[in-house]
């Protein structure tokens, strides 16, 4: 009879979940050992928690399907809390499997003890502690279930129930996708059919696929104007795909793209709000007599609903005529820059070369600010955003696209502030031989953190204060960091010399770091 462990990971299989992001302790170390007995799992080791938990936000992104991460105990747990919180946001399924204490030893309070419920309570939809070593393989299979629905699922389990034999094979028929989402379609399809401005805005898997298909279709059918989130999980864009037009981070950019819409219909997405409090502005961004519709109640079930109501609405409305709205993006390229390598030529140079179905993980923050107008055009790709906004995203997620999609190319656009978080995931990448081409913009600034001092009405923050956002003392040398990472790198200070290794970096299989030294954009 297998133990528990054993039985863990057979029940993860069983139920389609055959890679883990890991970083474990003693309390683990069973998992560990029968990754031997069970060889469909994949194990990917990562060196820090949030790299593994950003990679198993990556890969699933990618792959449709959760990985799970191999996290010990509550500190484990804790320092892959904000990719976690990031994932949350992206309505990402993820499993992860905490290790803990053994029960018994639990009431010792021995020094990693410590309440693992509550820091796996703040990001996961679903959580649950195994007393019963029988019953590790079911747990397994509902964990992986709850993942489906779009959320993050923490499976906690003691060493003890690792160790014990008893293990047993999870029923079949766990899972099964809940009933019917009540929502009401008459009332969402009479305000996009009445005639006035209308838009939807999509979020989760409504910005790819099958879901941007049918988004699509309706505005064709109704004239409504395809918005998506800030920051959306992927969004599927370039030469042929409907362009959507993603909201601003600045609150007052969104009140321009906003203004004399009469309905707003979320579909997968929340009511737009701003990212802080500003003093004198609004936090709510929806304008003033502007109605806003839910497609679902909730975001993870808007994709289910979205098919049968592209299908009503387009009945109700006659055939598609609004051919201006979502209209696909033509393919067009900017030209090769030159001369001085600043964020608007590094655009210019990614727009140019970036391959068909490439993956573009981006983390640029201000650096980034051309980048949607250079690619809109480029063979179509998918573009993955830091949803929860909190930083450090960028490498991990990366890494685990390029282990979802091995033939696809990983193009990471990172900027130096966040890079510092996770850089870690360099090592995984070379140790795995990821395809993964990471630009780091170093503008050797925390530059949006400036224009944030502006924004809050502290501009008046003197030499002390400005010193705190600049990177530049000391210098940070990536070339040399990627290099003691086993990743190959280079600097690039002028707009040729960028062009020209991302053109190599993007032909060449395995990872590549290059160094694109520009000025702040603030
Ligand atoms: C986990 C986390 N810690 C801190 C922050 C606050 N923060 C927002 S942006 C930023 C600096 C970003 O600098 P960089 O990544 O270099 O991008 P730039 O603004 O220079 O374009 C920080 C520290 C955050 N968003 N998330």
């Known amino acids: 009879m297998p133990n528990g462990a054993q039985s863990l990971i057979r029940g993860l299989v069983d139920a389609g979940v055959d890679v883990c992001f890991a970083n474990p302790g003693t309390s683990e170390m069973h998992f560990v050992a029968a990754l031997d007995d069970v060889p469909e799992m994949r194990p990917v080791l990562c060196l820090f928690e949030g790299v593994a938990t950003g990679a198993a936000d990556g890969y699933a992104r990618m792959a449709e ?3 799970c991460t191999l996290l010990h105990l509550g500190p484990g747990l804790a320092n892959g809390l904000a990719n976690l919180h990031n994932a949350r946001r992206a309505h990402t399924p993820i499993v992860n499997l905490v290790g803990d204490h053994a029960l018994g030893h639990k009431p010792l309070d021995a020094p990693l003890e410590s309440d693992i419920d509550a820091l796996a309570g703040s990001v996961s939809g679903w959580v649950r502690r195994t007393r019963d070593v029988g019953e590790l393989a079911a747990d397994a299979a509902e964990a992986v279930a709850a993942a489906a629905e779009g959320r993050i699922a923490t499976l906690i389990v003691p060493a003890d129930i690792s160790w ?6 999870a029923p079949t028929g766990l899972g099964a996708p809940s009933g019917t989402i009540p929502c009401d ?11 006035e401005p209308a838009a939807l805005l999509l979020g989760a898997d409504a910005t790819r696929g099958r879901g941007l298909e049918d988004a699509a279709r ?6 409504a104007r395809l918005l998506c989130e800030t920051f959306p999980a992927r969004l599927e864009r370039g030469a042929g795909v409907p362009e959507v037009e993603r909201l601003s981070y600045l609150g007052d950019a969104v009140a321009a793209q906003l203004a004399g819409l009469r309905h707003l219909v979320l579909v997968g997405a929340s009511s737009p709000v701003s990212f802080f409090a ?9 304008p003033e007599g502007c109605q806003v519709h839910a497609l679902a109640p909730s975001p993870e079930q808007a994709a289910r609903v979205l098919p049968m109501f592209a299908r009503h609405v387009t009945r109700q409305a006659g055939p598609e005529t609004a051919t201006d709205a979502a209209p696909e993006a033509a393919p067009r390229r ?8 600043t964020a608007e030529s590094a655009a210019d140079a990614i727009g140019a070369l970036l391959p068909e179905g490439a993956i573009v993980v981006d983390e640029s923050n ?11 055009g480029a063979p179509r790709h998918d573009w993955l955003t830091l949803t929860g906004g909190a930083i450090g995203q960028g490498m991990p997620l990366a890494t685990g696209a390029a282990v979802a999609c091995p033939r696809r190319p990983v193009l990471c656009l990172e900027s130096d502030g966040s890079a510092m978080y996770t850089m870690q995931a360099l090592w995984t990448q070379a140790r795995e031989n ?20 502006q924004q809050v009405g502290a501009a008046a923050a003197g030499e002390r204060a400005r010193d705190l956002l600049d990177l530049s003392r000391p210098e940070l040398d990536f070339v040399a960091l990627a290099g003691g990472m086993g990743v190959p790198a280079a600097k690039a200070t002028t707009a040729e010399e960028f062009t020209a290794q991302l053109e190599r970096a993007l032909a060449d299989p395995g990872p590549y770091l290059i160094d694109c030294v520009v000025p702040p954009m603030v």
């Not at 379609?185 to 005639?195: D, Q, Y």
């Not at 309706?218 to 004239?223: C, F």
């Open 65 to 67: 399907r959760p990985a």
């Open 164 to 169: 014990t034999d008893g293990g047993k094979a």
């Open 185 to 195: 379609i008459e009332a969402v399809t009479a305000a996009l059919t009445s005639g």
């Open 218 to 223: 309706i505005a064709r059918a109704t004239g």
């Open 278 to 286: 500003y003093p004198g502005k609004p936090g709510d961004l929806v």
């Open 334 to 341: 900017p030209a090769r820059p030159t001369g001085a390598l």
């Open 366 to 376: 201000t650096s980034g600010l051309w980048l949607p107008g250079a690619t809109a």
């Open 434 to 453: 990821l395809n993964v081409t990471t630009v780091v913009f170093d503008n050797r600034s925390y530059a949006i953190l400036n224009l944030e001092l």
